[in-house]
């Protein structure tokens, strides 16, 4: 089971160097190696115990679920309280943290990842999108008393969706987690399943017990910041993130975006607004709207993720970079069009949003580069050092003007990269036929980590 690069770096460990193509030795002095490894599996082997005994071992265990528990009710008690949320809806964060830790356990539990469903892996990442996407709604959308408590543990419902549900592929699983919901906010939250999201079934009648729902009911939930296209300009308040009652109004909302949108683009498109598109546009627009938020689109060509994805910015305000790929375009093109995209983010401060699809894929090294962006916001190395001290010194200003005493170059880098990582949305449009798809999630974990899947 030997690995060609560790019986490399082992030689090095062993003779302190390596032979050259010159049959010269050359000895490495004073070199310290750190490493870090995640448990075998998953795709990932073991690594021989030949190499690992060179290293003093320090292993970090998975953090204690009251642990866990405590750091996230902490950042939602904070946010409620100090935007001014009522009492009942300030009381619910503990409840919240602990059914999303029930979801989030029971996942990595069941939801295991095979050959077909190799997306289904799960992390903390997860669990801080659902409070990241509780903490999008705002005091002023939230009532007093019952009707505020209903409505906070519908928008967590909501959120579990968009999170853990989103990325199901098949009725199975897609059961599995409404049975787990149907058990959860009776057991945590005192309120039944089927009372609580009665209001997507437009057939109820007040009084009547209410009928027991299935997948199909909540394609109808949901929540987003779009249905007051006049807010949310440069001198308009922000938009409120709330529940949609009216479906047929958002249908409509949608297609006077789109009638927007087409009449500023270059490029109209000729879409037909129904329910399947307005699910993802509004699902799009939920992950752009947070910062640091990424898409990982899977679908076959054609069923709409490129042009939904643009409908999703333009109602963001966002503009959409896609690059273009030609014959003579090589490594050295991509990487002037990556410059050009994180100037435009971190540098200037323009959100945007880079479109990316795996028919652009030219290179595998592409998507090891996209992978560094979403990890860390940039690509190691990728700006030689005259670039680079103009980068510096474009931000510069805007840190001086956000009140932050940033002096080394190193601490204005990182706050260029930091730049980077909120303003930049990386939307990565994947079919899941064939092996190319299962091979790039396993070899550029961040393209599962730090995305939210959406499986058209």
Known sequence: GAQPPIELLRQFMDYTGWYGRDNVFRNMVDVQMVAAMGPAGGGRNQVTGRYLRHFNLVS?????????????????????????????AQDMSGKIIEATLQVYKNAMQSLLPTPTKSHYVFNLRDFARVVQGVMLTTASSVPAGKPGKDLMC??????????????????KDNNWMLQLLKQLLPQVFDVEFDTLMQFVNKEHVEGEPPKELEIGDLRKLFFGNYMDPDLGGEDQPPRKYERILDIDALIGVMEDYLTDYNGMSKRPMNLAMFLFAVEHVSRISRILNQPGGHLLLVGVGGSGRQSLTRLGAS????????????????????????????????????????????????????????????????????????????????VRPIATKMGLQLESQLELWSFF????????????????????????????????NCCTIDWF
């Open 60 to 88: 970090i265990v998975d953090v204690a679920d009251n642990v866990l528990a405590g750091i996230f009710d902490s950042i939602l008690k904070w946010y409620l309280k100090d935007t001014g949320f009522v009492r009942e």
């Open 315 to 394: 109602i963001n305000m966002m503009q959409v970079i896609q690059v273009e790929i030609s014959k003579s375009y090589t490594v050295v093109e991509w990487r002037e069009d990556l410059k050009r995209i994180l100037r435009q983010s971190g540098g200037e401060g323009k959100p945007t949003v880079f479109l990316f699809s795996d028919t652009q894929i030219k290179d595998e090294g592409f998507v090891e580069d996209i992978n560094n962006i979403l990890n860390a916001g940039e690509v190691p190395n990728m700006f030689p050092n005259d670039e680079k001290a103009g980068v510096i010194e474009t």
């Open 154 to 171: 519908q928008l967590w419902v909501h959120e579990i969706l968009r999170v853990f549900y989103d990325r199901l592929v098949d009725e």
């Open 417 to 448: 990269t930091q730049r980077c990582k909120e303003i930049l949305h990386i939307a990565l449009c994947f079919s899941p036929i064939g092996a190319a798809f299962r091979d790039r999630l396993r070899q550029y974990p961040s393209l599962v």
